[in-house]
């Protein structure tokens, strides 16, 4: 177990700048996920740690140790990648114990490490299988037994469980949560995939262009994105965003979208540097009132898809479209006007010249 420091860490490739002056900690038994488009920087990111890349700039440290030009085999850290690679022709147990033989473990010793691997990871019948007899669920078992057989002081994961069918990568997400329960092994693990990150993660890292945007805990940056891209990234169906301008009339704040005033606390409009803002509102915190209640705002049904526990409703609000999550249609159909209103406090505004999020709570962090 072991803490990892990046101090602007910076690395190129020609002209692509994919890790951009990265500061960032990875706290000793984090399950810290790094979330973030194609291309932003994540695999590169791992890499560094690994030592399979060198950086441009800055300071990596594991523990205490300056990082930078430490070999991969001297870092006693074990990656994942995508792709399992696991060798073919050699049983479950025989590609589980490799690393171990090539360190030259004792048999008998390597044959309870292997178990007690195998038991963890609920593979025990099936080490004297070729990877080709198994599913890909029970292949990426053994490709974590191969990584967790060395006891690493740190995990890097790269997308593990993208190869795998939605329904196994739902169920490996929870197994590999309680791996981490009781073993506490340090862990970044990188993931496109915002779900992923909001269940996995003890605190999740988000990228974008090789810049970090934000970290936090997974509510936290639910809560409170620190930017417009970090609220449209995190959240499915998206974040609604609406362009508006901050007015004043009589000493009372409105954001005014054009179709509709919204009024707003003179905190939050006395935090923009700029009177064009943009309001944020997740699809499920508006609330749906039959009748025009006060600064209600009223929208047409366009298109409702039920999901079951839920329906998800395509609102046009005067030629802007809007995405709603509704608990109960009972009583809506397709084309009916409603009166939406939200509620203040679930309310995101971002200023739009910045593209940052005015009136973040004091204890949530941008960055750290
Ligand atoms: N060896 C390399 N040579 C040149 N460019 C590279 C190299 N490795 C990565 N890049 C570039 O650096 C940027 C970051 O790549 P990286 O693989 O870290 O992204 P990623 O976030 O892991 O993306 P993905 O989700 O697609 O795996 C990209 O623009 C990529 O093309
Ligand atoms: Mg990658």
């Not at 479950?92 to 490490?113: G, H, S, Y």
């Not at 049904?301 to 005067?318: A, F, H, Q, T, W």
């Amino acid at each position: 177990m072991v803490e990892v420091r990046f101090e602007g860490v910076t690395k190129r490739f020609g002209k692509v700048v994919a890790v951009d002056n990265l500061n960032l900690n990875v706290e000793d038994g984090d399950f810290l996920v790094l979330l973030g488009p194609s291309g932003c920087g994540k695999t590169t990111t791992l890499r560094l740690v690994a030592g399979l890349e060198t950086p441009d700039a800055g300071n990596i440290y594991i523990g205490d140790v300056l990082a930078n030009e430490l070999s991969p085999k001297d870092r006693n850290v074990a990656m994942v990648f995508q792709s399992y690679a696991l060798y073919p022709y050699m049983s479950v147990f025989d590609n589980i114990a490799f690393p171990m033989k090539l360190r030259k473990m004792p048999k008998k010793e390597l044959r309870k490490r292997v178990r007690e691997v195998a038991e963890l990871l609920k593979i025990e019948n099936l080490l004297n299988r070729k990877p080709r007899q198994l599913s890909g669920g029970q292949q990426q078992r053994v490709a974590l037994g191969r990584a967790w057989i060395r006891e690493p002081q740190l995990f890097l994961m790269d997308e593990p469980l993208s190869n795998l069918d939605a329904k196994l990568r739902v169920v490996m997400r929870t197994e590999l949560r309680k791996l981490h329960h009781k073993l506490n092994i340090t862990t970044i693990y990188v993931t496109h995939d915002q779900e992923e990150a909001m269940t996995l993660g003890s605190r999740i890292a988000i990228q974008n262009k090789g810049i970090l945007q934000q970290v936090g805990t997974p509510q936290q940056v639910y809560e409170y994105p620190a930017n417009v891209f970090v609220a449209g990234f995190i959240g499915s169906p998206a974040m609604n965003m609406l362009k508006g301008t901050l007015v004043e009339k009589n000493g009372e704040f409105f954001m005014d979208a054009g179709v509709f005033q919204y009024p707003v606390s003179p905190e939050i409009a006395k935090e923009s540097s700029s009177t064009e803002v943009i309001l944020g509102v997740r699809p499920e915190d508006f609330v749906i009132s039959s009748k025009k209640a006060p600064h209600a705002i009223k929208a047409k049904i366009e298109v409702m898809e039920p999901l079951g526990r839920e329906s998800i409703l395509s609102l046009d609000l005067g030629g802007v479209p809007l995405t709603l999550i509704a608990k109960s249609t009972v009583g809506l159909s397709t084309g009916d006007d409603i009166w939406i209103t939200f509620d203040e406090k679930k309310l995101h505004i971002f200023d739009e010249k910045t593209q940052k999020r005015l009136g973040l709570p004091k204890h949530v962090k941008v960055a750290n």
